[in-house]
């Protein structure tokens, strides 16, 4: 039977969730969102707001499955909002002189630039994902295979799935060992344990949260394994082997049936803990291995203070004191820490993430 102390630890459940960012961590809950970053002073800085979802403003959006798609577009753009956020913090600029070249575009094109620029990058990146994780592994499955008639359909869809996964391991893992990228991770591994030290139902501090785990099932890296394991039964029922285009072209106008799929298992899972759900997010958890590290002190001090800032009414400003930077935190963001000042752009996770 289940006691006063299980129904309050359940209610925890999926109740925050964040990123990673430039030496910091963003959390969100329900409609606000907190940012906290460790400045190359020591001291801790943060920022708060709201956002509603448009799947709370449109019932039609809140639909399963096509939340999953608008839930996927919501936090991508907020993602990129709170990197840029995080840059913005940190005061990575102030001091530096504008060159010449700098000073001309901003004459020209002034705050236009920036949405030039962004979009730009959004491009490429779409780009770069549509290459890497539909058309190689098509045409890498295609030299194997040959053109068929979909005989080996499953075998097909199982060799462009493997493939899929492979590269997005092994993209992890070449970006992991950036330096940059590092810190970002043991950020993420923050952001984690202070998610887990919330949901356990411990007083929120640095020693409880150190205790926890840094590996989440509603986290955006399980949230991306989940699409890859689906696109690979999806792929099963996609035919036109003979026409490779064509096949592509259909992958890539089921992508929102798969993620949105991928979004109602993820927030599934982070609710439950029965055993498909443990054996569906295994692969998602060992990945979280790469994307995750061990964070230290000062680290685990940014993630609760974000989580804290997103969920006033459970932790009112009032009781929470503000704390002075420890040794080790001023350390680190004088030290190695100054160098997550360049942008790196790995802390991007949906909002699945936790």
Known sequence: MKNKKDDAALCRLGKVGGQAVLEGVMMRSGDRWCLAVRREGGEITRQDGSYVSLRKRNKFCNIPIIRGVINFVEMLKLSMDMLTKSAEMLGEDVGEPETKFEKWVNDKFGDKIMGVVTGIATVLGVALSLGLFVFLPTFIANLILGKGDGTFQPLRSLIEG?????????????????????????????????????????????????????????????????????????????????????????????LPITVGLGFEFIMYAGKHDNVL?????????????????????????VAIKALKGAMPDEFPPEEEPEEAPSGDAAAEASGEGSSANAENGSGGETEVDA
């Open 277 to 301: 759900v443990k054996i569906l997010s295994a692969p998602g958890l060992w990945m979280q291995r790469l994307t995750t590290k061990e964070p230290d002190k000062g680290m685990l001090e």
């Open 162 to 254: 493997g493939l899929k996964i492979s590269i997005f391991v092994l993209y992890i893992f070449l970006v992991g060992l950036m330096r940059d990228i590092k810190r970002t991770f043991r950020y993420h591994g923050a952001e984690h344990k202070s998610v887990a030290c919330y949901e356990k139902g411990l007083e929120l501090t640095p020693e409880n949260a150190a205790t926890c785990t840094r590996f989440h099932p509603r986290c955006g890296t399980s949230f991306i394994f989940v699409m890859l394991l689906l696109s690979i039964v999806i792929g099963i029922f996609i035919p036109f082997n003979e026409i490779p285009l064509l096949r592509t072209a259909v992958k890539i106008l089921v």
